[in-house]
């Protein structure tokens, strides 16, 4: 079993950064690929970034590619999401999602993910 939780949200201006962080924890928080998604209200829950157990492969939706930056610390057990430039339409709750994998491929489906944390939101104003 793996938990997820996120810390980091907030509101924030149009055009500003933020990170959201995840903590993994728990027997089998290892070899897991970690992806970050997020949820607007009305909206379906869509994959924002993926990142390999290694963290050597990344992989990014369109809406935030150039803008977000995934990145993972395995000796803290941690996950990150930089989000640079943020957009009104970046507003949601992100979750964290974990899946054990050694797979060098990220995957974007919501099934493929085992765990899931319980959120942090985030909102940008104009």
């Known amino acids: 079993q793996v938990m997820l939780a996120e810390s980091g949200g907030g509101l924030v201006e149009a055009g500003a950064s933020l990170m959201v962080s995840c903590a993994a924890s728990?027997?089998?928080?290892?070899?897991?690929?970690m992806g970050w998604f997020r949820q607007a209200p009305g909206q379906e829950r869509e994959f924002v970034a993926g990142?390999?157990?290694?963290?050597?492969?990344?992989d990014y939706s369109d809406s935030v590619k150039g803008r977000f930056t995934i990145s993972r610390d395995n000796a803290k057990s941690a996950a990150y999401l930089q989000m640079d430039n943020l957009k009104p339409e970046d507003t949601a709750l992100y979750y964290c999602?974990?899946?054990?994998?050694?797979?060098?491929?990220?995957?974007?489906?919501?099934?493929?993910?085992?765990?899931w944390g319980q959120g942090t939101q985030v909102t940008v104003t104009v």
């Open positions: 999602a974990a899946r054990h994998s050694l797979m060098t491929t990220i995957r974007r489906a919501r099934d493929e993910y085992e765990y």
């Open positions: 728990g027997r089998t928080a290892r070899n897991i690929a």
């Open positions: 990142i390999t157990w290694r963290g050597d492969t990344t």
